[in-house]
């Protein structure tokens, strides 16, 4: 995975062009370049919003909100700070309630139940 600044720097502004041209763009397209995660047929996007929903739900919520947190704190940073930032939330996130439960789940081959702590 790619650390929390060169993210900030790749995925950002790349979605952020899309203002400064006129022109409109269909959900293939906007998919293509990675302005949204996914297009989908409207008859399958009900469907498809639970599937991720659900997909979301099952992953740590710590470790994702903190990972948000660092990719928009990233822009604000140097890459050294950054990088000594991002070991320092590795290393909360490796004391969590939520890391123990997810290395015991994976040694016991089944989904993890995260509790945010």
Do not use: C
Not at 37 to 52: C, H, Q, S
Not at 72 to 80: G, N, P, V
Not at 84 to 93: E, F, G, I, R
């Amino acid at each position: 995975m790619d650390d929390p600044y060169t993210l900030s720097r790749d995925l950002i502004p790349h979605r952020m062009q899309r203002f400064d041209r006129p022109e409109s763009i269909d959900g293939v397209e906007a998919e293509r370049i990675g302005f949204i995660n996914r297009a989908v047929e409207p008859e399958a996007l009900e469907a498809e919003v639970k599937k991720w929903a659900e997909e979301l739900m099952g992953l740590p919520p710590l470790a994702v909100g903190l990972g948000k947190r660092m990719v928009d704190k990233a822009l604000d940073m140097d890459i050294l700070t950054s990088l000594d930032v991002n070991a320092q939330v590795q290393s909360m996130l490796i004391k969590t309630e939520d890391f123990t439960e997810a290395m015991r789940a994976r040694v016991e081959k089944r989904r993890p139940q995260f509790k945010g702590k």
